[in-house]
């Protein structure tokens, strides 16, 4: 179940409400509003409201009235050079506020982020839903040997499929757990904020996530990173499908100059100057340590 029934009557309360507005709207933003999109196997995004469009980022950084008399070819190349030169105040005029359905392990590395203003769904005064994420066959792998906090190789047969028997098992026996604690069969059941400590990380909560551009673009840059992991990187997928229809000028920059760039040491612009001059260049005289070589080796490697 995505979407509760509560939700889905909201939403159609909503859209029967539909209001003519002197503010900006963004076509490709329009078609999102309230919409589900699935991430995962109960989880989901959907776009509650948002603020401004690419024209609001020139806007503001023009610091004038209006559209005013600039192109969109224009505007474009505005916006590409606000990115390329780090000038993130005129993207911090759009917002979004985004309703998000995750399991409570992603949350807790989501909210790392502390650029947001999050209001999450509270286990101390509802009953949690009995949802958890399990991942799919293909997800479930063994701890990297190069990397302590990455994945290794994918399990395969009966280790893969006891290990899911496990979350499975696990998940259903906490739920059980949780739900006869807080019955009142014959007391009054145990308080709702200490019957949840019980429930597993993989359980499902829900939030309202609202964020200015330029802080959602670093979100993006670091979840939406192909060595993010997995269970976060989708919700990132999903987020920039959304921002690409919504302001579509600024997310070809922040693909161009963020997504798609990398940054270069002192160092490392020393010794690519160097090469290009025709001079041997090697881990010993590049002024870099080992770790730092390898790194500066794997931006040329195709």
Request: glycine share 6%; net charge negative; charged share 25%.
């Amino acid at each position: 179940m995505l979407l509760s029934p509560e939700q889905e009557a909201q939403i159609e309360a909503l859209r029967a409400n539909s209001q003519s507005t002197l503010r900006v709207v963004a076509p490709g933003m329009e078609g999102h509003l309230y919409t589900p999109h699935q991430v995962l196997d109960h989880g989901f995004v959907r776009v509650i409201d948002y603020m401004g469009d690419d024209a609001a980022i020139c806007q503001a950084a023009r610091v004038s009235y209006g559209k005013g008399t600039k192109s969109v070819q224009n505007d474009e190349g505005l916006i590409r050079y606000l990115m390329r030169h780090w000038h993130s105040t005129p993207f911090e005029m759009c917002e979004i506020k985004l309703h998000v359905k995750l399991p409570v392990f992603v949350a807790r590395q989501w909210i790392r982020h502390r650029t947001a203003n999050v209001n999450e769904y509270s286990a101390r005064y509802s009953i949690l839903d009995r949802e958890f994420y399990i991942p799919a066959p293909e997800h479930i792998s063994a701890q990297s040997e190069v990397n302590n906090q990455g994945r290794g190789d994918t399990l395969q047969g009966e280790e893969a499929a006891r290990v899911l028997e496990i979350l499975k098992a696990d998940s259903a026996r906490c739920y059980d757990n949780y739900e006869a604690m807080i019955s009142q069969d014959g007391q009054g059941g145990l308080a709702r904020e200490l019957a949840r400590m019980n429930l597993p990380a993989n359980i499902y909560t829900q939030w309202y996530w609202k964020v200015d551009l330029h802080n959602l673009f670093h979100f993006l840059r670091l979840r939406a990173d192909s060595h993010a992991q997995y269970e976060i990187r989708v919700y990132a997928d999903a987020i920039c499908n959304v921002v690409a229809d919504w302001v579509p000028a600024a997310y070809r920059a922040f693909e161009d100059y963020r997504m798609g760039a990398v940054s270069l040491s002192a160092q490392m612009v020393d010794c690519l100057r160097r090469q290009l001059k025709g001079e041997a260049v090697t881990q010993e005289n590049s002024g870099m340590s080992t770790r730092e070589w390898r790194e500066f080796e794997a931006i040329f490697e195709g």
